[in-house]
């Protein structure tokens, strides 16, 4: 069971959402709208799939994570560096 799954409806609400944002802003640049204002928007679903990475995140390491770490010290140690290279990789984008 993914770590995700108690909060699965919340996340793909929150993904649709960011969804209609982009198929917004992709509207905004069809229509030829003021490049601040496009960048506004970006930087709006670029918070909103931040949000969603750092629940994503933060429900790896409480579940998937700890219930490793309780299987043995080796597969507890491969989760967190599961998560650690996730984490950097978020970082770099």
């Known amino acids: 069971m993914a770590g995700y799954s108690g909060s699965k409806d919340d996340y ?3 993904l649709r959402r960011v969804e209609g944002q982009v198929r917004g ?4 640049v069809d229509e030829d709208v003021y490049c ?3 960048l506004t928007q970006v930087a709006a ?3 909103a ?8 995140v ?4 409480g579940h998937c994570v700890v219930d490793a770490a309780r299987e043995s010290h ?6 967190v560096r599961e998560a650690a290279d996730a984490i ?3 970082v770099r984008s």
């Open 88 to 90: 950097a990789r978020l």
């Open 25 to 28: 802003i992709a509207r905004m």
């Open 58 to 61: 933060e429900d790896h390491l």
């Open 45 to 47: 679903v670029t918070k």
């Open 74 to 79: 080796e597969a507890g140690d491969l989760k």
């Open 12 to 14: 793909l609400k929150r």
């Open 36 to 38: 601040i204002d496009i």
């Open 49 to 56: 799939l931040q949000a969603v990475s750092l629940g994503l």
